[in-house]
């Protein structure tokens, strides 16, 4: 039961009824296509001519497109539906503290480019950089369609209405214009979000076909470990645009220092550079670089594959912190699932069990204690499809009334 803010509203007008069901049936045939107006009519339990006039409705609106026919019993064989994405073309762009991705897609997410760099620690450097690939990329690729839409991801808070990262503590940048600053340099529209957010829109709209999540945190495990979570369909951001940052609750108030400046935090024992530091036998209050350049987690997981007794301890340990941190959220929010995202879901049969363990012991109903935890190993992907979902999500998005 939602109340109706009677200051801020958005009334019905007379489109109202037929905006819905144009974008209800948009939704319809990005799930189901290639699909005939016959099983729209179905599915929307709605007449064949209706189901046509909204289709002429998004085909004049370039939204959708008739491609070759499909099977019919007896008759005509009806002329199937697509989505028009194969010439709008969209950017996404992953931002972490040691490297920078790009992928470039059509809309409907079809792989076009990929490219990689070593973030440069100065912004204006990073900038540059990103800016010239990103011009190359969209000008080399012109004759396959206009570019839509850049979406950056970051490791921090976003305050996505003004395209600002408020504070992205591994890359050490606080109040950055990011937005604004690539517009000057890219002439594309720029949309701006951290990075477990992104991934959370990527498992709200790129689920499998008949998949429909609601309620879930995405907990990201990179340099950074925070959460995105999703209430009822929507992202929940809060008022300092923070909501989510479970890395930053503290386990320990003695405990080792963490990237935000403060003791203990849940990132400070579950950080990628938490695990490296705990393989190598550190006592995790160690923030030195050194460690990282001899051993990434990746080297970790790795090892714990062929049976490194350090490896494998080092990430059940992990295991056992992320669970103690899960916990905390699955209580405080009862979600439907929580997904693990990073290099460490990939050694899940050393982080699953552990993980789980503490979940177990710590959860407060029996149905909390059995909430699923996936892991989600491709991470990387995970992020960039985020990334290109901040720009072609709102063409899908349900329209707000009231
Ligand atoms: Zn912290």
Not at 239 to 255: M, T
Not at 284 to 305: F, Q
Not at 310 to 320: C, F, P, Q, V
Not at 331 to 347: F, M
Request: glycine content about 10%; overall charge neutral.
């Amino acid at each position: 039961m939602r109340k109706i803010n009677t200051r801020r509203f958005q009334r019905a007008t007379r489109d109202t009824p037929r905006e819905v069901n144009r974008r209800i049936l948009l939704n319809l045939v990005r799930e189901h296509q290639p699909i005939s107006r016959a099983d729209l009519a179905r599915r929307l339990a709605m007449s064949r001519g209706m189901v046509s006039a909204l289709v002429s409705d998004l085909i004049s609106a370039g939204l959708i497109y008739e491609g070759g026919t499909g099977q019919a019993s007896r008759g005509r064989k009806p002329k199937l539906l697509h989505i028009r994405g194969h010439d709008r073309l969209v950017l996404g762009v992953d931002i972490r503290r040691r490297q920078t991705h790009l992928l470039l897609t059509d809309f409907g997410g079809s792989e076009i480019a990929v490219e990689m760099f070593r973030t440069p620690a100065a912004l204006e450097a990073l900038l540059d950089e990103l800016a010239g690939r990103a011009l190359r990329l969209i000008e080399a690729h012109a004759d396959l369609g206009e570019c839509h839409g850049i979406g950056l991801v970051v490791p921090g808070m976003v305050d996505v209405s003004a395209g600002e990262v408020l504070n992205a503590p591994t890359l050490g940048w606080r109040h950055v214009r990011v937005r604004e600053m690539l517009t000057d340099r890219v002439p594309v529209p720029v949309h701006v979000e951290r990075d477990a957010v992104a991934c959370a829109l990527a498992k709200i709209w790129l689920g499998r076909r008949g998949e429909h999540r609601d309620n879930f945190a995405y907990v990201t495990v990179s340099d950074g470990v925070g959460a995105g979570l999703v209430v009822n369909g929507q992202v929940l951001r809060g008022r300092g645009h923070a909501a989510g940052e479970f890395g930053h609750v503290p386990l320990n108030l003695d405990g080792p220092l963490c990237s935000c400046g403060n003791r203990g935090c849940w990132e400070a024992y579950t950080s990628n550079h938490a695990t490296v530091t705990r393989y190598l036998g550190r006592e995790p209050s160690d923030r030195g670089h050194r460690s990282e350049r001899e051993v990434s987690v990746e080297d970790v997981v790795d090892r714990a594959a062929s049976g490194d007794p350090a490896a494998m301890a080092a990430l059940r340990e992990t295991g056992r912190y992320l669970g103690i941190g899960i916990a905390g959220i699955v209580n405080a929010l009862s979600p439907d699932e929580i997904i693990v995202g990073g290099e460490v879901a990939e050694a899940w049969d050393l982080v699953g069990p552990s993980l789980q363990g503490e979940l177990g012991a710590r959860a407060l109903t029996e149905l909390s204690a059995t909430t699923p935890v996936t892991p989600e190993p491709s991470d990387r992907d995970t992020r960039l499809r985020g990334a290109i979902m901040l720009v072609v999500g709102p063409a899908f998005a349900a329209p707000v009334i009231a």
